[in-house]
């Protein structure tokens, strides 16, 4: 049913901007929330921003703040991440996932959809 697409990954430079989109389809983007996660090499997967379903953003990379934007565009059925000031400790893979339920979280099980992942790499 729900698939996710990411793209908009790439190789940048420190410093440097990257705009991710997460591409929905076979549902409705209105009813699910939408969580952006990255897992860097040889580390575990965190969560790094998510948008509910009313358009509230909450954080949980506290690396991120200030530098990474997460925005839903309904209809396009599109969600967006927003880097700025990229640093080489940003470089991971980017997925995001989704689920139904209104209120956002950083519990990855609770995800009952994800995408194939995008990578990011910032070089210095």
């Known amino acids: 049913q729900l698939q996710l697409v990411e793209s908009g990954g790439g190789l940048v430079q420190s410093g440097g901007s990257l705009r991710l989109s997460c591409a929905l389809s076979g549902d409705t983007l209105d009813y699910y929330t939408i969580g952006w996660f990255r897992q860097a090499p040889g580390k575990e997967r965190e969560g790094v921003l998510c948008i509910s379903r009313s358009d509230g953003s909450t954080p949980y990379a506290d690396s991120v703040k200030g530098r990474f934007t997460i925005s839903r565009d309904n209809a396009k059925n599109t969600v967006y991440l927003q880097m700025n000031s990229l640093k080489p400790e940003d470089t991971a893979v980017y997925y995001c996932?989704?689920?139904?339920?209104?209120?956002?979280?950083?519990?990855?099980?609770?995800?009952?959809?994800w995408g194939q992942g995008t990578q990011v790499t910032v070089s210095s």
């Open positions: 996932a989704g689920r139904r339920p209104s209120l956002c979280t950083d519990e990855q099980t609770l995800y009952r959809t």
